[in-house]
Each structure stands twice: as structure tokens, then as C-alpha cells.
């Protein structure tokens, strides 16, 4: 019901379109795009005057624009990453294809009849290799309920739930519930009630949303070019972002607490409130005792 409202209302807002490129450089600003658009449009009119002037104006913004680029995300690289500034000034010069090669390019001669390498039979080829590890799995019948008499159930407050949806990042992608997160955190206070609610009755009943457990899987490269399916491809799952809110709260509340309980009391290393630096002290410590014994 959550899903339907929230899609119903998103439908009613006015659409924007945008055009993305996903080649085009870091550099390039709004303006240097209006006069690029500009000089193009004489071009078609057949107005020479017009366009070279325009021309010349665009080689002029290009450059700057550059030189500011440089100036601010580039030049400071060169003294602390030697790499990082390498990598830009490729794409500053032209050196360097801006453009990505896709997944399905990429795994074009994986399939078993090269002359049926359709996206469908490749994707199917993928698919099939992402579930092989779950052959011998069985899923739990929709009636099982894991409840605990003797534990009290766990709920989440208005305030807690207010807090992880402010902390939301807004830039990240949408899953297949269609909700985004830039909406969850604009409008926290008026999710937090209805979102508390949906979480303390998924824990109550010890059952989540079915739309929480779907996920877009996307396969990403290992290596190029993919040799082997299942060696080479990785599947990286999208979510949906309130699954992903009721996952913190499981790992805070349920999981981490029994790592640490089950871990080493002498293990410096990835645990809550350690860091390097603290495993450096202990460890220089424990070597001057041992000396001095």
C-alpha cells in the first residue's frame, strides 16, 4: 500500500526531461553547451558569419574551461597521486576513450552458438550461471514464522527510523519498488511513522514485503574480456532503499553484537571503535613488554 501511494503520487508530479551523455568530459559547462548548441544551429542555417564567430567563441570557453578544470580538480593530484593525475590529463588531451564498454559487448562469445549471441540467450546464459549456486537451496514456505516466546519483539522507534532516512545518500540508484531515496530523505518526517510501522510488523510476523526481497542483479566485469561466467562476472545487486534500512537494523541490532561477542578479546582488527593506528599502539606495547621480560 506504502509502494502504491508513494507511485501514485510521484506520477502526478510534473516530468522534466534530461539528456544524459555518458561520454562527455568533466569540463564541459551549461554555458559552453548553449554556445556549442548555438554555433550548430547557424551551421544548419547556412549563416558562415555568425557560425565563425560562434566557433571562434567555443575554442576560446573550451580552453578555459579546461584550464579552470585543471586548475581546481587536477593540478593538486600531480604532487600526492602521480596516477590519479596521469589519468586526467589523458582525458583532458583526448588521449584517453571516455566511452565504457558494455557488459553484453563484453561477453558476446560466451554463448554456446555464436550465430544466436542475442542479448536474450546471453542474458539467460548469465542468469543461469548466477543460480547455479542456489540449486541445492530451498526456500522456507511463506506459513514458516521464526518466533521466539521466551524474546520480546523487536521494534524500531519513529525517531531511529527519522534519522536513517536523513542519513540517506539521494544520489543513489532506485530499486524495483520504484521509491527513491532523494524522496525518502526530503520528506523523512513524513515517512518515519508509516516506514516504522511497515518494520515493526515485517518483525512481528517475521516476514518482509515481497517487493524488499526483489533486486535488479546487474553483472559486472571482473576482467576483460569474460573468459568464464562464473569466474569472471560479478552480480551486484540493487535493492530497494527501505530494504536497505531494515537490513541496517537486523546487522546493528542482531548481527554485529554476535560477531563481536564470538571474536577474540585480544583482536585489535575490524572491530567497532579499532582502527589501525590503535592496533599499531597495542602491538608496539606488547613487543616492549615482551623485551623487558
Known amino acids: 500500500m506504502l509502494e502504491k501511494i508513494v ?56 580552453l578555459s574551461c579546461r584550464s579552470k578544470y585543471y586548475d581546481s580538480r587536477v593540478k593538486q593530484l600531480k604532487e600526492g597521486d602521480r596516477s590519479g593525475w596521469w589519468k586526467e590529463i589523458k582525458k583532458l588531451s583526448g588521449m584517453s576513450a571516455a566511452t565504457r564498454d558494455s557488459t553484453l559487448s ?7 552458438n555464436p550465430d544466436e549471441s542475442t542479448p536474450t540467450n546471453i542474458a539467460n546464459v548469465i542468469n543461469n550461471a548466477f543460480l547455479s549456486s542456489m540449486s541445492d537451496f530451498s526456500s522456507l514456505s511463506p506459513s514458516v514464522r521464526l518466533t521466539s516466546d521466551n524474546e520480546p519483539t523487536f521494534t524500531v522507534t519513529e525517531q531511529s527510523v527519522f534519522q536513517k532516512l536523513l542519513a540517506l545518500n539521494p544520489s543513489k540508484a532506485v530499486g524495483l519498488d520504484g521509491i527513491p531515496g532523494w524522496l525518502l530523505k526530503e520528506n523523512a518526517d513524513i515517512f518515519a511513522g508509516p516506514v516504522m510501522s511497515v518494520i515493526n510488523c515485517s518483525f512481528l510476523e517475521s516476514c518482509l514485503p515481497i517487493s524488499w526481497k526483489e533486486a535488479d542483479i546487474v553483472p559486472v566485469p571482473k576482467q576483460k574480456p569474460v573468459n568464464d561466467v562464473n569466474k569472471d562476472l560479478r552480480p ?15 546487522v546493528e541490532c542482531f548481527l554485529k553484537p554476535a560477531v ?10 575490524t572491530l567497532p571503535g579499532l582502527n589501525t593506528t590503535y592496533t599499531t599502539i597495542n602491538g608496539t606495547a606488547i613487543q616492549m613488554v615482551i623485551v623487558q621480560q
Open 7 to 62: 507511485g501514485t503520487g510521484m506520477n502526478t508530479l510534473p516530468m522534466k526531461s534530461k539528456s544524459i551523455i555518458t561520454n562527455e568530459p568533466p569540463w564541459l559547462n551549461k554555458n559552453l553547451k548553449k554556445m556549442i548548441l548555438a554555433r550548430q544551429e547557424a551551421l544548419s542555417r547556412g549563416d558562415t558569419t555568425t557560425f565563425r564567430s560562434l566557433r571562434n567563441r567555443v575554442n576560446r570557453e573550451r
Open 106 to 112: 563484453i561477453v558476446q562469445h560466451i554463448a554456446c
Open 260 to 269: 563481536v561477542k564470538k571474536a577474540d578479546p585480544h583482536q585489535f582488527g
Open 236 to 250: 551486484i545487486s540493487l535493492t530497494p532503499v527501505l530494504s536497505k534500512v531494515t537490513e541496517e537494523y537486523v
